[in-house]
Every structure is written in C-alpha cells, then in structure tokens.
C-alpha cells in the first residue's frame, strides 16, 4: 500500500479538527442524532469516501473501497452522547463540550484516518466507518442493526482509551426496574411505606452483590450495583401509592444476566422488569490487529499498552457475534465520560489520527 502523502496529511490536519469542533457543537444525544449524522456523511462525502448513506436505524455510514463484505474493516464509533450540552469552547489545544471524549473524539479519528488509509486501498478491502445512534442508551440500537449488516475480518471500536492504550474488554450490564403498588397507609403505622420497601430491595441487591464478590478486589471481576433512579408517588386520588426504582449492574466475566435476573425475583406483590442485558466480552491479545496498532503507537513515540473497562460499549453487541479480531481504540481520557467538564487535547487527537492511519496503511495489506 502507498504511505499516504505529507500534504495530504497536513491539509487533513485542520479539516479533521474542523469535523470534530462541529460534530461535539452539534447536540446529539441519544434519539437526537440526525443532525449530527447528517454533518458526518457530508464531510464523508465530501473527503473521498466512495459510498455515504443513512441506514434504516439512523447509523450514519461511510464506505472506501470496493469489494463484496468479505475483507471489510469496520470503525464502529457512536454519535449520540450522555445528556446535556456544556458550552463548546477552545482554550489553546483543548476542545472543551459534550462528546469531546465520549465519543465523537473516537469517531472523528475513525473518520479522519479511514480517509487518511483510501490512498492504494488493495482491491476488496473496504473501510467502513460508521456513526451509531443509540449506544448511550439500553437499546444500542445502531449496533445491534449493524451486527446484521457486516462480517468484517477486523474491528474498531470508537472509545476513549488515550492515543497510546487499547481496550480489550467491557463488562456486561442489566438494568431492573422494580415496582410496588398498593393501598396508602397512614405514615404514623407500621406499614412500610413504597420508599420503604425500594430501599428494602436494594438492601436485598446488596447483600446478593456482596456475597457473591467474596473476597474480589479486582474491580473488572466484582459485580457493581448502582441505583440509578428511584421514585414514589400516590395515585387514585390519593389512595394508593407506588414507588419505582431502576437498578443497574456491572457484570464480570463468566456472569450471566439472567443468573443475576433470576436471583432478584420480586417478593411479594412487587414486580421486576429487566432489560439492557449484554454479556461481558473480552477480545484476544495478540493478532493482527493489536500487532497493527503496537507498531503504529511505537512508531508516533508511546509505549502501547491494553485496559479493560468496568463499563460497556458497542463491543459487547458485535464482538460475540463478528468473533473477529476487535479492540476499542480513541484518544481521551475516559474519565471526563458525561462529566460537564468534559475536553479532549487536539494534540493527543491528531495524534490519535496519525497512529490509526499508520495501522490501517498496514492492515489494509494484510487481510
């Protein structure tokens, strides 16, 4: 493959920081994305990329290269982000705004670097980038369209994980929503109010999660409960009243949904509803792709290295179901996540460009 050229490189510099100002100054979150979908296959369209479109989920897509699925890399980033809009703002080298790090950072690098690697793409290969909606929310819902659509022999996944490190692993999830409805008892007796009786079940969900952790200190190995929304009401006029409350869990590896599902059945006349399951996926360390990626780290100055996350992405929708090689790869640090704080240095971002464009150059003439 040819090296892609310095001009070219230098005439993507700006225009990459361009897109990336743009996409975090167009407010996505998730069910809002069109927009922002809209501003990315403009600018794919417009920087080489050979197919541009707007699948049936809203996924915004870019593709180069032609060829018939077989020999595909895909770049899964996400274009929605967590709720709310901080100011967008430039300080010197740092781009301040919702999605800098979670995810348009990663996915402006795919789309950037992908462009970068057209130059002798090898006949059948194709780079398919592509904005997914909806990974924000339980549904991931441009993700699990996409497992469908593809079957690459390799994989990107759009995360922050700083230019220089690489995600093999995510930890599964299920959200519970319990429930309780009944007649209103006075607050002087003995009746446990609805409030009462959530944070009985969360008692509950304590001691499961505590049980079960044992002695773990890994945190990718224990299970992780949170509340993530509790509320109680009355109804009826008054007579009766409810409390709701959503529980989320972090799944480690070897864990089933249903295992925790099963575990937490209501007692009573309370109900559980769960969703938002996806299993744990961890990727395999040594292959092609991660070879590709030490050598382009190397090569811009770091020293490579892998993490896992307690959270999820895309990877735990596609990974089982792609079994190719995969690895989440962005510039960021993954701690600004929905943080109002949130920023992304355009250094470490054009960096992060340059190393994704090295590895594609290299990978495109090895599958």
């Known amino acids: 493959m040819l090296p892609t050229t310095r001009r070219h490189l230098q005439t993507m510099t700006h225009a990459a920081e361009q897109l990336l100002h743009d996409l975090v100054a167009t407010p996505s979150p998730s069910g809002e994305e069109a927009d922002a979908v809209t501003l990315l296959t403009t600018w794919m369209a417009s920087h080489g990329y050979d197919h541009t479109f707007v699948d049936e989920v809203g996924n915004g897509v870019g593709v180069l290269g032609e060829g018939d699925g077989t020999r595909d890399i895909v770049l899964l980033g996400h274009i929605d982000t967590f709720p709310g ?89 299920l959200l519970l929503e319990w429930r309780w409805d009944g007649d209103l008892a006075h607050s002087a007796g003995d009746v446990p109010t609805a409030g009462e009786r959530a944070f009985a079940y969360w008692e509950r969900v304590q001691r499961y999660a505590a049980d079960l952790n044992g002695d773990m200190t890994s945190i990718f190995g224990r299970l992780h409960a949170s509340v993530r929304e509790v509320n109680t009401g009355t109804s009826n006029g008054g007579t009766h009243q409810w409390g709701k409350m959503t529980v989320g869990f972090r799944l480690p590896p070897n864990m089933e949904p249903e295992t925790v599902e099963a575990a937490l059945l209501p007692d009573g006349d309370e109900t559980v509803r769960a969703f938002g399951r996806e299993r744990t996926y961890v990727a395999e360390k040594d292959n092609t792709l991660t070879r590709a990626m030490r050598g382009a780290i190397r090569a811009e100055g770091g020293t490579p290295r892998f993490v896992y996350k307690t959270g999820t992405s895309d990877m735990n929708v596609v990974g089982p179901r792609w079994n190719c090689p995969i690895i989440a790869y962005g510039p960021g640090d993954s701690t600004l996540d929905h943080t109002p704080n949130e920023h992304l240095n355009l250094d470490e971002y054009q960096r992060a460009v340059r190393v994704l464009t090295r590895a594609l150059e290299r990978l495109g003439s090895e599958i």
């Open 85 to 173: 809009q901080p100011p967008v703002r430039v300080e010197g080298r740092t781009l301040y705004g919702r999605g800098s790090v979670d995810a348009k950072g990663p996915l402006c690098t795919f789309a950037v670097a992908a462009a970068n690697a057209r130059t002798g793409l090898p006949d059948g290969v194709r780079l398919v980038v592509i904005g997914a909606v909806e990974e924000e929310a339980a549904t991931s819902a441009g993700a699990h369209y996409a497992v469908n659509q593809y079957a690459p022999k390799l994989c990107f996944i759009g995360e922050p994980s700083n230019w220089d490190r690489m995600t093999l692993g995510y930890k599964g999830r």
